[in-house]
Every structure is written in C-alpha cells, then in structure tokens.
C-alpha cells in the first residue's frame, strides 16, 4: 500500500507472492528531463547541454510505468525547472497517473508563479545545499541569504527534503547542514556519498569511513536517507528482503531515538 500524498509505504507479507507476480515497474524512476543548468557547482557532472526530453515521450513512459506499478517519479536535470513544460507535466502525472510526483531542484527559480503552478501537483521536493553560508556560496556561487529566501517558499508546493553531496570537502559541514535542515522544517536528509563521473571525482576512503562514523552516532530529528550508490557500509534498512539489491533509488536509514 503507498499513499502518494504522504509517502507512506506499508507492505503487507502474510502472504508471500511469486516473484513471477511482481510489478514490472522499478518503484522509483529519477528522469532527468534537461541537461540544462544556470549554476556551475564545482561537483557537478551534468554536461550542460541545451539537450532535453520529449515532452510526449516523456508523457508515454509515465502512463507505462503507472501500469506496470511503478509508485514515484522524480524529475531532476540538470535543472528541471528550466524545462519548459515542466508545470504541464507534473500536471499530468497527478492528474492522470497514480504516481508520486518529486522534484529535484536548487530552488533558486521558484518564483511565485512557479510556486502556484506546481503546488498540488508535486508531492515531495527535493532541494540541493552542500553547505551553509560561504560554503554553500563557494560551491554554488550563489548568496546563501537569497538560497534560504527559496527555501523558504518551497514548502508552499510539498513537504520538501535537503539534498547533500557528501566529499573530503562537505563533510566538514554536515552538522551545520543537517541542522539548518531541521530548523527549516526538511522532512528528510538525504545523502550523497559523491560518484566518479568520467574519472572525476568521488568520494574518498577517508570521507567514506567519516561518514559511517557520522552516521553511527546521529541523533538529529530529521531522517536520514542514502543513495542506494552510496549505501555501502550504512545501516539501512531492507524493506524487501527478499529482493537481490534494494531496487530502489534512495534506502531509508535506521534513525536514533
Ligand atoms: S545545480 Fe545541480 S545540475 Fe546545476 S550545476 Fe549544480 S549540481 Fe549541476
């Protein structure tokens, strides 16, 4: 059972079903629906193209995957919000599909248009911040007071998390991150142990084993979730033990009292 408002997920196992009987669809699909973006973030390995996706094409593969039992879509870019049909596809997705709708984005373009357009239509936003303050404007080259002003409005659309890029250089400061996460009301805190791209980047070993550390002794409010990528040597939890591989973008991770 899945409540697409509320992001609950309740598995009922008295009965184990076939394998052959499962849904078809992944539960999660993360599209990136433009290669475009108006920040240059040191970490990043969008290519920056003007490349985007077809419109119906993109309408066809969500009416496939509500079929085969697909629950969530996210869209993402790049900068998803520099796609031009953006608001008429979450639109769509809400109004004529059962998927969940979320949204990964730095939040610096939600105006208040976009703000009223997507409220409604978008069920959990996801807000990229590696950092506070300079950290943040030196990653991002952005004025942080301006980022916390969107940050601010996002919760007009969807309940919203922070997405955070976890490097030999951010680690330093996730407490202050995660902490401004729970002052501004994040439901979620999501990790990003960072992936080489074209052997660039990545997380290190040292980072790596900080942030285990980091982890084993959290005890902040706000959840914690991972990259199923970055999951290696976290406590997450498996909801679906019978399945080889999470099969899931993101594993929720268990939280200290
Ligand atoms: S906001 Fe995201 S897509 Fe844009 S430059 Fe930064 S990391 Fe890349």
Not at 65 to 77: E, P, Q, R, S, W
Not at 84 to 97: D, G, I, K, N
Not at 195 to 219: A, C, H, N
């Amino acid at each position: 059972m899945f409540n697409r408002t509320t992001g609950l997920n309740i598995l009922l196992d008295e009965i184990l079903v076939p394998s052959t009987l499962w849904d078809r669809a992944p539960r999660h699909v993360s599209i990136a629906l433009t290669n475009l973006c108006d920040l240059h973030c040191a970490h990043c390995f969008a290519p920056k193209s003007s490349d985007a996706l077809d419109f119906n094409q993109v309408k066809d593969w969500l009416g496939e995957l509500d079929i085969n039992g697909c629950l969530a879509v996210g869209f993402g870019g790049g900068e998803p919000t520099l796609y031009p049909r953006l608001v008429e596809l979450c639109r769509f997705a809400t109004q004529h599909t059962r998927l969940a709708v979320t949204l990964t984005t730095h939040a610096l373009n939600l105006d208040n248009q976009l703000l009223a357009d997507l409220s409604g239509n978008v069920h959990f936003v996801r807000v990229s911040m590696d950092g506070v303050g300079a950290t943040y404007e030196a990653l991002r080259g952005y004025p942080f007071s301006m980022f916390l002003d969107c940050l601010d409005t996002v919760r007009y659309i969807a309940p919203f998390g922070i997405n955070f890029i976890v490097n030999n250089h951010t680690l330093q400061y996730i407490d202050a991150a995660v902490k401004l996460a729970a002052d501004v009301g994040a439901a979620e805190f999501l990790l990003l142990p960072e992936q080489p791209v074209r052997g660039f980047g990545g997380i290190d070993e040292i980072t790596t084993e900080g942030l285990r550390q980091w982890v084993s002794i959290y005890k902040g409010p706000v959840p914690l979730t991972v990259s199923e990528a970055g999951a290696d040597g976290l406590p997450t939890c498996n909801p679906h033990p019978s399945e080889t591989g999470l099969l899931a973008l993101h594993t929720l991770m268990r939280q200290a009292a």
